[in-house]
């Protein structure tokens, strides 16, 4: 190697041999989940192996996992990629995500606290500050934590672990949130039927402004990825905390 040629970055961290698969997995999972792995990029089970510091057996089993999971796929003699989604894929997982999120908030209602309600309360308040302070990006991350916030709630520790597992494939449309409105505050804005029915208890009443607002975001954000109006540059933006916390 001459002296004015760069060693290539490391991306990943050498792993220690104790349950070298599933934290493969995990690793491939958070570079997928910050941008430094993107849609459709190879996947290079020797490269990986080199900077993990293992063998390409447990390597290539991480990658199977995340495969069986649908963020990676495996082409013959190719090798492996970045899951690409389609628009019809997002909406699938966008579907999920709402059958996901109506069962937990409904049992939400029923087993919140006083103190439950004032930290959903306390979180639209933030998008509202974070709406008049311009910081948009922030406020995304933050809508996002709402509705992770409302599946805790549900107390079924299945249906959050889903709910994280589709948040790396929620990524894009994540991220595209903040295009939908011209008023950042409308964001805001938009989380107040929500609170309004779970100050009332009323599951019936929060089960319809939900679906409401999921589809309302589901039918803008796919229509936007559709049409190629989504740009990967968007997640640039995007602190490294700002990602980790969408993928928490």
Known sequence: MSDDQSPEPQIFETLQPADLASRVADQVLRAIGDGRLRPGEKVADARLARELGTSRAPVR?????????????????????????????????????????????????????????????????KLYDLADEGQTQEQVVQDFAF????????????????FDQIAAELRAGIALVGQLYDDPEEIARSHDPLIKALRARDPARLRAELHEHLQDAQIHVVQLFRTGAFDLTNLDKLSDDQRNRLLR
């Open 147 to 162: 509705h992770r916030m409302l599946c805790e709630l549900g107390g079924n520790s299945r249906i959050l672990r889903l």
């Open 61 to 125: 089993e991480g990658l199977r996992l995340l495969e069986s999971q649908g963020l990676i796929v495996s082409h013959p003699r190719r090798g492996f990629f970045v899951h690409a989604y389609d628009a019809d894929e997002l909406k699938e997982v966008y579907d999920l995500r709402e059958c996901l999120e109506l069962h937990a908030a409904e049992a939400a209602v029923a087993r919140m606290t006083k103190a439950d309600c004032a930290r959903l309360e306390a979180q639209v308040q």
